[in-house]
C-alpha cells in the first residue's frame, strides 16, 4: 500500500465485494480485512501527527 489513500479505496473495493457476495466467509474476511485497513490508517494519521508535534 502507497498511503492512506490506496487504503482506503481499498477497504471501499474489499466492502463493494462484499456487499454483492452471497458467500458468508467472504464477506467475513472481507469485513475483517476491510476493518484491518481502516484501523491501519487510523495509525497513520496518529503516527503522521505525532510525527509532527
Given at each position: ?26 464477506i ?26
Open positions: 500500500m502507497e498511503g492512506p489513500e490506496a487504503m482506503r479505496e481499498e477497504a471501499d473495493r474489499a466492502r463493494r465485494i462484499a456487499a454483492r457476495s452471497h458467500n458468508e466467509g467472504l467475513k474476511t472481507l469485513s475483517d480485512y476491510a476493518d484491518e485497513l481502516e484501523r491501519r490508517i487510523a495509525q497513520w494519521h496518529a503516527g503522521a501527527e505525532a510525527a509532527r508535534l
